[in-house]
């Protein structure tokens, strides 16, 4: 049995010795990585490029749906079509302010977006309408939709 004595004896030289390997080792593999990341590297930018670009593709889609579902959901709380001309595609159609005011409330809570979060969070308040794009338009012009609709 090796006396307490060689341990501490050793025991610096030991550490030099362990300390040595590792940073050799580490060194190498240091250099492996490198070699490996400068060979592969045009791979590696596409591997991740390509994970990106997937992931903000369904980020965008997510969204998208997201936004498109919530907007339908406030649209039919509305009624579900212009309630000027009775035009019921959901593209076209916009929330309007009865009594105007609609921009500055608008800008208010963060756009369009954010009007149809506002009013999802607040109930479907009154004082709003569904208009399709067209009424919306003459009416922000002229304050009141002047079209003929052939109702
Ligand atoms: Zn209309
Ligand atoms: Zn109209």
Known sequence: MPSKDYYSKHKEALKGKRKVYYSSHKTI???NGKIYRREHSLEIVKMKKSWRDDHRQHMRDYQKAYRYNRKLLVINNYGGKCVCCGFDKIDALT?????????????EIGGTNG????????????????LCANCNL???IRGVCTLEHSK
């Open 95 to 107: 929330i309007d302010h009865i009594d105007g005011g609609g921009n500055k409330h608008r800008r």
């Open 138 to 140: 003459v009416k922000s």
């Open 29 to 31: 593999e240091q250099i």
């Open 115 to 130: 009007l149809y979060k506002w009013l999802v969070q607040n109930n479907f308040p009154n004082g709003f309408q569904v």
